[in-house]
Nanobody, 128 residues
Framework: QVQLVESGGGSVQAGGSLRLSCTAS????????LGWFRQVPGKEREGVAA??????????HYAHFVKGRFTISQDDHKNIVYLQMNSLAVEDTAIYYC???????????????????WGQGTQVTVSS
């Protein structure tokens, strides 16, 4: 079973940056999709970015509301996934979760149901 642990959350002013990290205990042979999601109280969890495991940045997909501001990437050893968040806005305030899945479909890669393993989440707060 893959275990995921997020870190790097915190408080920042609007316009600032944060980098989230997601460390995986290991990946199974079937782990093909790595993603970042976020959730605010009272709302559904929404996909932010996803990447094909080992596929590099060319495989990355982004939600329209973060495109150009956020970047998902992996380290060389492929057991850490990063989410670099720039030009943060108050609306980006949420709990951010990383997730791993066994299914890659570019049409649904930002849908939560594609993922079967989740981290515990890390809070990101952006103030005006």
């Amino acid at each position: 079973q893959v275990q995921l642990v997020e870190s790097g959350g915190g408080s920042v002013q609007a316009g600032g940056s944060l980098r989230l990290s997601c460390t995986a205990s290991r990946y199974t042979a079937s782990t093909v999709t790595l993603g970042w999601f976020r959730q605010v109280p009272g709302k559904e969890r929404e996909g932010v970015a996803a990447i094909y495991n080992g596929g590099g940045r060319d495989s990355a997909h982004y939600a329209h509301f973060v495109k150009g501001r956020f970047t998902i990437s992996q380290d060389d050893h492929k057991n850490i996934v990063y989410l670099q968040m720039n030009s943060l806005a108050v609306e980006d305030t949420a709990i951010y979760y990383c997730a791993a899945g066994d299914f890659w479909d570019v049409r649904t890669v930002l849908e939560a149901y594609n993922y079967n393993t989740w981290g515990q989440g890390t809070q990101v707060t952006v103030s005006s």
